[in-house]
T-cell receptor
């Protein structure tokens, strides 16, 4: 069963505007972590932001914020003031408790920032 | 700190050949993972390890084997490569309750 859903295969945004990348997840574990990674065309995986399931406030890291709606099992990434360098694949991931503490990834959203 | 280093970065194999991908981390992480990335499918877990001497199967383990004889190293083996194993392979490592740190990836083509 798909545990991480990213419904937007591709997104476009104008430079300097804000954009929201959607992520929904499925888990019965009360304790979990949610992560967003960026993968530019060069291929490396860059960690952006983390939200714990018990965190009361939405996580923020510079221009990135995570809109965490626990009851809806939603963890959307908001990028403010988009830059050309934000063009990349973005992956949502979840880490559950359990033996391996494995990270489960969504299929990704390709973001293109237009000048 | 080098972080997570994968060797090699690129490789072309013929069907039936074998090879080993090496992952080394210098952050003293307990957890290590091997993923494969295919277009439209995100990253899928092949095998993982929760500590030195331990390994376990992930979502897509068939055709692969792993070993973790030393805490800092996690090896991924392909005994008899098939074209379906053409992919980009990522190694990652982590502490408990933190983000995963990734290697640069290995692009493998099986012809």
């Amino acid at each position: 069963a798909q545990k991480i859903t990213q419904t937007q295969p591709g997104m476009f945004v104008q430079e300097k505007e804000a954009v929201t990348l959607d992520c929904t997840y499925d888990t019965s574990d009360p304790s979990y972590g949610l992560f967003w990674y960026k993968q530019p065309s060069s291929g490396e995986m860059i960690f952006l932001i983390y939200q714990g399931s018990y965190d009361q406030q939405n996580a923020t890291e510079g221009r990135y914020s995570l809109n965490f709606q626990k009851a809806r099992k939603s963890a959307n990434l908001v990028i403010s003031a988009s830059q050309l360098g934000d063009s990349a694949m973005y992956f949502c991931a979840m880490r559950e408790r359990g033996y391996g503490q494995n990270f489960v990834f969504g299929p990704g959203t390709r973001l293109s920032v237009l000048p | 700190n080098a972080g997570v280093t994968q060797t090699p970065k690129f490789r072309v194999l013929k069907t039936g050949q074998s090879m080993t991908l090496l992952c080394a981390q210098d952050m003293n992480h307990e957890y290590m993972y091997w993923y494969r990335q295919d277009p439209g499918m995100g990253l899928r877990l092949i095998h993982y390890s929760v500590g030195e001497g331990t390994t376990a199967k992930g979502e897509v383990p068939d055709g692969y084997n792993v070993s973790r004889l030393k805490k800092q190293n996690f090896l991924l083996g392909l005994e008899s490569a098939a074209p379906s194993q053409t992919s980009v392979y990522f190694c990652a490592s982590s502490y408990l309750d933190t983000e995963a740190f990734f290697g640069q990836g290995t692009r493998l083509t099986v012809v």
